[in-house]
DNA sequence: GTGGTCTAGACCACC
DNA sequence: GTGGTCTAGACCACA
């Protein structure tokens, strides 16, 4: 269910944070439900310990998720809210990212638009099994 | 001309290549034209002037620019339909990013490209002085 | 295992690398062997770390070394015959190099081949403990 | 009659030195002969004119030419035997880097010096135009 | 511990 | 003035 792309910039611990983020807005992790205990995580996502830690850490002082010395970690009361909001938030962001990118080719907005269709068409096809550009 | 963001994950260097392949692919460098010198380019962004040097070096290696000791960089022989090309593959990236993050909120495509011209609506908005979100 | 020469015209980096491809391509580094690690090496042959990562981030751009962060870098899948190929070109550039400076001599190729076997004898009986010239 | 490789390691004023030496110990300049100026050499080879006057300061020094203010450089005398055995030591050199070279690849005297004899036949070759490998 | 990025500043070859 | 190499040393992500 989670998963991380050790080839991008973005630090793993983050990208690990941002899964978790989007199980609890879509509901795939639900208020108190268990995490994967770090070893675990980290061992699925061939990553090491220290950093699906830093990841839990950082989530816990963000409030989404408490942790239970010897029972492990749990989405946290009032988690879903949080992360609904978080992801919202973040999925806006990538956007304005990708319109803006696509602005500095002095496209119009017609355009850009038409990319997108394209893109979303495209990516529609490969879950159906289409052939690949 | 050349922007980055020194907070961001993606390293200097490569958010400065990637300002001149844009550069290049959107006509504002044209084959043959000196780019701004080391030095002058790294004052004016504020950054080492090694780091713009890992860039220059990187796009030479990739065939864009060439550079001659004493007199400068330019723009290569034939840079243009390759930044374009990269360009485009780069865009085509983010927005099927932006699109696999949509998908994970069990929108379907109407939505997701409607969401979308949401998006680009307000960010033209925003071009025209209106409110801020 | 790796020497290099402070005082050549060519550059440290350019010397790792050579060394490098040339324990690959005579096998005394295998496929997925380690590397020295940066600090290692630059403590060994004494030079800057840096310059160290710039050999082996090119080699890794060349596609001869793998390098994982926080585990170190290794001899890349496929290393060998690319390794094999570059030495060979060298070796075979500098050996023209040679040819071309003989042959401003006036020297027929049997002239030249003559030099060079005895140069080659110098070199053999150097290594026994012959003397110097 | 110079010939001189920007993209090569070694220093251009280095490689004009080299070439200089070459005509006189080949005899192609004779003792008392003028040299190009600087500047119309600068203009042939397309070098800078401070390039060229290094190389001249460096060979006066070495006492191979003499420059005579506002007639030119002259090829000094018993300059002849002097180029010559820097070019004589000059081939060895690379001939011995040659050997050395090919003796890091554990190659053998015999099969290095096949290697070199191929060489050999094949610049042959390509000077009656036969084709390139 | 590993590699990666960045800074500050030196020296050199070349224009 | 230009770019190229190298050093010294900092901070970060990751194992």
């Given at each position: ?88 938030a973040y999925l806006g962001r990538i956007m304005d990212e990708a319109i803006a990118e696509a602005k500095t080719f002095d496209l119009g907005g017609d355009a ?18 289409g052939r690949h550009e």
């Open positions: 269910m989670i998963r991380v792309d050790a080839s991008s910039f973005i630090p793993i611990y983050e990208q690990i944070k941002k899964e978790i983020v989007r199980l609890v807005a879509t509901g795939q992790l639900k208020v108190h439900d268990p995490l994967p205990s770090i070893r675990d995580l980290a061992a699925e996502i061939i990553v090491n310990p220290n950093t699906v830690a830093r990841a839990y850490r950082e989530l816990e002082q963000d409030g989404l998720l408490s942790t239970q010395k010897g029972r492990g970690s749990f989405i946290a009361d009032g988690a879903a809210p949080e992360a609904s909001s978080k992801l919202k850009i638009l038409g990319l997108f269709e394209d893109r979303l068409r495209r990516s529609a096809d490969r879950r159906r099994g």
